[in-house]
Nanobody, 126 residues
Framework: QVRLADSGGGLVQPGGSLRLSCAVS????????TAWFRQAPGKEREFVGG????????YYRDSVKGRFTISRDLDQSTVYLQMNHPLPENTAIYYC???????????????????WGQGTQVTVSS
């Protein structure tokens, strides 16, 4: 019933930009907090950033503040992650996720999200 389809990954140069998309179906996006996570080879999945269910607040891990931006389009039921000036260490598979509970605040742990995209590979290299 619920499906998250993330896309937009690819090869990007340092100093470039990339926008990831996450199309949500089977849920009313405006009722749920959303988040982006990433996982590099041999590392644990980590929180990148999230948006509140209202869309009026966002929260990011310190290392991406000022470079990554989350937005959404409710008419398209799509969440975005804009990546500006990505770094080689940002290379990872990126996943979008939907919070378990309606109207819940942004949380950074994977256990709070029960619907996930398939992941999209982002490779930062010259």
């Amino acid at each position: 019933q619920v499906r998250l389809a993330d896309s937009g990954g690819g090869l990007v140069q340092p100093g470039g930009s990339l926008r990831l998309s996450c199309a949500v179906s089977g849920r009313t996006l405006s009722y749920f907090a959303t988040a982006w996570f990433r996982q590099a080879p041999g590392k644990e999945r980590e929180f990148v950033g999230g948006m509140s269910w209202t869309g009026r607040s966002t929260y990011y891990r310190d290392s991406v503040k000022g470079r990554f931006t989350i937005s959404r389009d409710l008419d398209q039921s799509t969440v975005y992650l804009q990546m500006n000036h990505p770094l080689p260490e940002n290379t990872a598979i990126y996943y979008c996720a939907l919070h378990d509970r309606r109207f819940a605040t942004i949380e950074t742990g994977i256990e709070h999200y029960n619907f996930w995209g398939q992941g999209t590979q982002v490779t930062v290299s010259s």
